[in-house]
């Protein structure tokens, strides 16, 4: 069965500073893996995936992930931290469609 | 381009009442689920779609029932609310191909006392 691990529930850095939110996944298959950010009273916006086509993916706002197979791995990081990265972020494992399994969340606070 | 549309965005509901959370897009998507998040447990999958008049259970599916008789809506009912019912529940759609990406509505917030 697919499950997904977040490490830390909370993280801060200071702006300008990286960012790196953990997430470690448990998968029968080949997984395929997302990383989604959701501001405050909003819904969850796509911020990158893997679906194996290469281990290094890009996604928006200067976010990145890489997909380690050997350590079950999908960290998220991005250089360089902005204000307006504050937000929950919710790593996530498909079933199939649209069916999700995901973490607990993590959520990061960036200091002036 | 709407996207994925939730109403109402807030509810009160008192103990054993019953209400519909409403959920359309206008992607054509064939695929539709509901999520329920709760504080330090993610987003849990309760009910999803397939197309038009599939459906199936998710991962906590208990006192909940839906319904998909267009491609476009998909509502959420409660037969009779109770406290643990309270959170914030998400719709979202996806194409019917492969492990796309999620779209998901903004949301609606309810309380139940």
């Known amino acids: 069965a697919q499950s997904v691990t977040q490490l830390g529930s909370h993280v801060s850095v200071s702006e300008g500073a990286l960012v790196l939110l953990r997430c470690n996944y448990s998968?029968?298959?080949?997984?395929?893996l997302f990383w989604y950010v959701q501001y405050p009273n909003q819904g969850l916006q796509l911020l990158l995936k893997?679906?194996?086509?290469?281990?290094l993916v890009k996604g928006i706002n200067g976010f990145e992930a890489e997909f380690k197979k050997s350590e079950t791995s999908f960290h998220l990081t991005k250089p360089s931290a902005h204000m307006s990265d504050a937000a929950e972020y919710f790593c996530?494992?498909?079933?199939?469609?649209?069916?999700?399994?995901f973490g607990a969340g993590t959520i990061l606070r960036v200091k002036s | 381009n709407a996207g994925v549309t939730q109403t109402p965005k807030f509810q009160v509901l008192k103990t054993g009442q019953s209400m519909t959370l409403q959920c359309a897009q206008d992607?054509?998507?064939?695929?539709m689920s509901w999520y329920r998040q709760d504080p330090g447990m993610g987003l849990r999958l309760i009910h999803y779609?397939?197309?038009?008049?599939?459906?199936d259970q998710g991962e906590v599916p208990n006192g909940y029932n839906v319904s998909r008789s267009t491609t476009e809506d998909f509502p959420l009912r409660l037969l009779s609310a109770a406290p643990s019912q309270t959170s914030v529940y998400f719709c979202?759609?996806?194409?019917?191909?492969?492990?796309?990406?999620?779209?998901f509505g903004q949301g609606t917030r309810l309380t139940v006392v």
């Open positions: 979202a759609s996806s194409y019917t191909a492969g492990y796309t990406e999620a779209f």
């Open positions: 998968s029968s298959v080949p997984p395929y």
């Open positions: 893997y679906t194996s086509a290469a281990t």
């Open positions: 996530a494992v498909s079933k199939g469609g649209n069916k999700l399994v």
């Open positions: 992607m054509n998507h064939e695929y």
């Open positions: 779609s397939v197309g038009a008049g599939i459906t």
